[in-house]
């Protein structure tokens, strides 16, 4: 575990973690909790060979993903791709800004991944892809986004977190809807 922390620290920037659940000196959920405390939003894989009810949501309510070993390239590359996918949002303020209506609106995962990929501009057949689901699955996703956030369309607020975080409107911390404009 600490070789893990001494590499999160000596690297400001990463794309994503994959980490064990059962590391030779630590537990992996004590380092997922530092990962939030030092880096918020990287994304965070945990891979295990533990299935435990109580350890699934605990890592998802950390923000997490969980995977049960042995992984497959099935259950890494959409890992791998969301990563990426949220690595290329590289505006801090707009990252901060997808944070905190996260936190607000009370977005799952899956919410969150759509409205950080609809930021870069994907169309629904391209977050399907990007997502590995069905366009039909996407589609009953942003329906889900939408309602919470009382947007129009996912266009209509991706356009709000961009524009919200390019005028400095949400400074982290502060109150914030997705209806601001």
Known sequence: MQAARDK???HAEWTGV?????????????????IRQTHGGLPVLVLTGELNRDVVNK????????????ASADNLNPFIQRALAQERVDDVAIGQRIEHLARQLKLTRRETE????????????????????????????IRSLLKKSG????????????????????????PASASDG
């Open 18 to 34: 994959v980490l064990d659940l059962i590391l030779p000196d630590g537990y992996g959920l004590d380092l997922l909790a530092e």
């Open 151 to 174: 947007a129009r369309s996912l266009a209509t607020l991706a356009q709000k977190v961009i524009k919200g975080a390019t005028r400095d409107t949400v400074p982290p911390g502060a």
């Open 8 to 10: 999160l620290e000596n």
């Open 59 to 70: 890592v998802q309510t950390m923000r997490g993903e969980y995977v049960c070993k042995p």
């Open 114 to 141: 759509l409205l950080t990929l609809s930021v870069d501009g994907l169309s629904r057949k391209e977050l399907a892809e990007a997502l590995g689901v069905a366009e039909n699955t996407v589609k009953a996703q």
